[in-house]
């Protein structure tokens, strides 16, 4: 699981478990330690947009062209795949960005070969990456399925809150006179749950602008923002979105997709929300 | 003396490293022989006993919903289904997914590719289900974001739907914890089931 989160996430959590070793905590009270613990936790883990709001300095934006190698994605009726199309727009879009933005621009991939979607996620934390752009092209079982959308980390509130309880409720009465969560899988994840928490307006503010681009250059039907459990949004520690250009699945929009001047207009639409957002005041 | 002692050390060491070697071996032989399939116990270990074997199927049924797709909307879209009743709610959750494999009786579509097999479904006290998929499940179809969601949300929800007992489910494949199905929706926590993606 550490993997994914890349270098930048393990040194603060070094940093973390040697102040947590020497914390001493009274019987008496364990459950109030307990929840200053995850408060002092999640202040180290926070990201520095969430802690300070003044130096959310973007440097580098990782592209994700989804796929590759082995793992086709999604098929279109006329042979084209998934794959080929996210990475011809993603080499245009970083094209884009580096000709007209001063960022650094990391690709997840650059040629048709397998990355698991670890170290796609480790590429971007390791990079620092200040914004994450994974790029899709979606694939329905309904032939008739089409448009564009964006989406954007659901994190499942339910979920978390059942989990930080079953833990409080589990180590609560066990608890021993230090803490040792390096090997608490348990509280890693409340913890890394809680520091995307962060990101997640962000992330919807992104896709919105994105959205909204995708929709007046591209013509298809807009099928808007959406919420999903996704592994690579999951693992990426700064603002995160998916974007679906069209439907591969779908005869009409799969021949759209596999034409350069379609793939250029998905390129300059996603950059033009880029823009946008980077524009906005904080 | 010295040396008597000497020849009692040595013998001492002797005999600590013969027990060692013992160990050694006697973990070897545990190794070797125990742990099979670990993966899978881990969540059938748990403390519910497996159902007895009944020999004759019982007659009675039970009413299913099963959540299906239509060619008409990206929403997904209930079927009622007759199942064999009992003997537990896992039987009765395996037959409702061999049912939403095999597709719908008025022309929705499985979001399931057909020669999907429902190997087990596992019914832990907390409310987990854990579902295991044979292989052709990743195997016999290419995801796109939408389809993928709709596999796992249309089993999501049929459990949740037809079983109290079942508060969220973790999807295993030939019983392993696998990352996707198709490279987008993540296997790795437990989904809670979402209504919101189902037709009114």
């Known amino acids: 699981m550490s993997n994914a989160f890349g270098r930048g996430f393990d040194s603060r959590r070094l940093h973390h478990d040697r102040k947590v070793k020497n914390l001493r905590i009274p019987r008496t009270a364990r459950i109030a330690a307990r929840a200053a613990l995850l408060a002092a936790a999640v202040c180290l883990l926070s990201p520095p947009a969430a802690r300070a709001g003044q130096d959310r300095r973007i440097q580098t934006v990782v592209i994700d062209p989804g796929h590759g190698g082995t793992e086709t994605g999604a098929k279109g009726r006329f042979g084209n795949l998934e794959k080929d199309i996210t990475m011809a727009v993603g080499l245009k879009l970083k094209a884009l960005i580096e000709r007209n933005m001063g960022f650094e621009v990391v690709l997840t991939r650059d040629r048709d070969v397998d990355v698991s979607l670890e170290n796609r996620s480790a590429i971007a934390n390791n990079h620092k990456a200040g914004l994450f752009i994974s790029i899709h092209a979606n694939g329905a079982v309904q032939k008739k399925a089409a448009g564009s959308e964006t989406f954007f980390l659901s994190l499942n509130a339910t979920d978390e809150e059942t989990r930080r309880l079953a833990y409080l409720e589990n180590n609560g009465t066990d608890l021993q006179n230090h803490i040792d969560p390096s090997t608490d899988d348990d509280l890693m994840m409340i913890l890394w749950d809680m520091a995307q928490n962060a990101y997640v307006k962000e992330s919807s503010r992104l896709a919105e602008l994105v959205q909204i681009e995708l929709d007046a250059m591209l013509g298809l039907r807009n099928r808007g923002i959406k919420q999903a459990p996704f592994k690579i949004l999951r693992g990426v520690a700064c603002p995160a979105i998916l974007v679906e250009a069209a439907f591969i699945s779908n005869p009409d929009e799969e021949q759209k997709l596999a034409s350069e001047d379609y793939q250029s207009k998905v390129a300059e639409a996603i950059y033009r929300g880029l823009a946008r957002f980077l524009r906005l005041p904080e | ?200």
């Open chain 2, 1 to 200: 003396m010295a040396a008597k002692k000497r020849k009692g050390a040595i013998s001492t060491q002797a005999l600590v490293l013969g027990g060692l070697a013992l160990v050694l071996i006697v973990l070897a032989v545990v190794f070797f022989t125990g742990g099979g399939g670990e993966k899978v116990k881990r969540f059938v270990d748990a403390n519910i006993p497996k159902p007895p074997e009944t020999a004759a199927a019982p007659a009675a049924t039970k009413a299913v919903t099963l959540f299906f797709i239509s060619d008409d909307d990206d929403s997904l879209h209930k079927e009622s289904r007759e199942i064999a009743a009992g003997p537990t709610d896992a039987d009765e959750a395996e037959r409702a997914l061999a049912e939403l494999v095999k597709g719908s009786e008025k022309g929705l579509l499985s979001p399931l590719p057909p020669q999907t097999k429902v190997r087990q479904v596992f019914i832990a006290k907390d409310g987990l289900a854990t579902v295991d998929f044979s292989r052709d499940i990743v195997d016999k179809f290419s995801y796109g974001s939408s389809s993928e969601l709709a596999a796992v949300y249309a089993v999501v929800d049929t459990l949740a739907f037809n079983f109290k007992a079942v508060k969220k489910v973790v999807i295993l494949v030939e019983g392993s914890e696998r990352d996707t199905l198709g490279g987008h929706v993540d296997l790795s926590r437990a989904f809670f089931p979402d209504y919101s993606l189902v037709a009114r």
